[in-house]
């Protein structure tokens, strides 16, 4: 079975600048997470879409970032504009939505922004 | 979801047993206890879970105090490949996903 995968695996810009990451989950999975992780921290929940609606965005912050899951499979996230604090490593995750109790993980998006 | 505690960091020698307590005093009734790992430059991989009776799985086990209120993940002969952060969850199983809230977690260290 493929795994969750996620694009690019690295990126470098500089602050003020946008940039997106890509996710595709395990197929037939409809819940879909995001998560930021800081160096040296656990992950933490930037948000979470069943199919193609959002269930929590509590601790997105939208006034720069943004995410969608138009079709209910692939998800895209956004920072824009990119600040230095938002180097971290982004996490896309996915399992099913009812029954399922274990969630997958890509191996993520390394951003540096300089 | 309740908050769980866990010492930040612990080794092991390769080999022997590696036993990764986690409290979790505050833990509801309908709260499971969840294991995930991250080893280095990857994500976080699921381990096992329980609810209050002791489970055993090909990668671990997981014991559950009668209270509730601790829990202990044992990887029975540890191996290198065991070096990673384990982190420990609890939380209710809903309908709308299974929304997992990390902490700090343990670093284990595997020595040979």
């Known amino acids: 079975e493929a795994g969750v995968a996620q694009s690019p695996r690295y990126k470098i810009i500089e602050k003020r600048q946008s940039v997106a990451f890509w996710c595709n989950p395990i197929s037939g999975h409809a819940t879909l997470y995001w998560y930021q992780q800081i160096l040296g921290q656990g992950p933490k929940l930037l948000i979470q879409f069943q199919n193609n609606g959002v269930v929590d965005d509590s601790q997105l912050p939208k006034d720069r970032f943004s995410a969608e899951r138009l079709k209910g499979v692939d998800s895209t996230l956004k920072i824009q504009p990119a600040k230095l604090e938002d180097s971290a490593v982004y996490l896309c995750?996915?399992?099913?939505?009812?029954?399922?109790?274990?969630?997958?993980f890509g191996q993520g998006t390394r951003l540096t922004v300089v | 979801d309740a908050k769980t505690t866990q010492p930040p960091s612990m080794d092991c020698a390769e080999g022997r047993a590696a036993n990764l307590p986690c409290n979790h005093s505050?833990?509801?009734?309908?709260?499971?206890v969840y294991w995930y790992r991250q080893i280095h430059s990857q994500g976080p991989q699921y381990i096992i879970h329980?609810?209050?009776n002791n489970e055993t799985n090909e990668m671990a086990s997981l014991i559950i105090t009668e209270d509730r209120k601790s829990s202990t993940l044992i990887l029975p002969h540890a191996t290198l490949r065991d070096t990673a952060v384990y982190y420990c969850?609890?939380?209710?199983?809903?309908?709308?996903?299974?929304?997992?809230?990390f902490g700090g977690g343990t670093r284990l260290m595997v020595k040979p």
């Open positions: 329980g609810l209050k």
């Open positions: 969850i609890v939380r209710v199983h809903n309908n709308a996903g299974n929304m997992l809230t």
């Open positions: 505050t833990i509801s009734g309908n709260e499971y």
């Open positions: 995750a996915s399992s099913f939505a009812t029954g399922n109790t274990e969630a997958f």
